[in-house]
């Protein structure tokens, strides 16, 4: 689990694949649940906007990967 201040990036191995999402450091309860492809799950990456207001999450697959940009709310 790759940990910086309130939140972290949790991809465990699931009971029929590996699962991916941004939890909440404290609680450990999920915040958000991503997706992360089996073979590649030791390559994606987390990263935090300076302001902490949002994160980019890139899963990497067999063609390269796809980022996608979570606004934080609330």
């Keep these: 689990m790759d ?3 309130k939140f972290a990036l949790r991809i ?3 009971e029929e694949d590996w699962e991916a999402a941004i939890i909440d ?3 450990k309860k999920t915040v958000a649940d991503l997706e ?5 799950a030791k390559e ?3 990263v935090w906007s300076q302001d902490s ?5 890139f899963s990497p ?4 990967g796809l980022t996608t940009v979570y606004f934080r709310n609330g």
């Design 3 to 5: 940990q910086i201040g």
């Design 61 to 64: 697959d067999r063609r390269g």
């Design 25 to 27: 450091v404290r609680t």
């Design 53 to 57: 207001q949002r994160a980019a999450y």
């Design 12 to 14: 465990t191995k699931g």
């Design 36 to 40: 992360v492809y089996g073979s590649y």
């Design 44 to 46: 994606a990456r987390l």
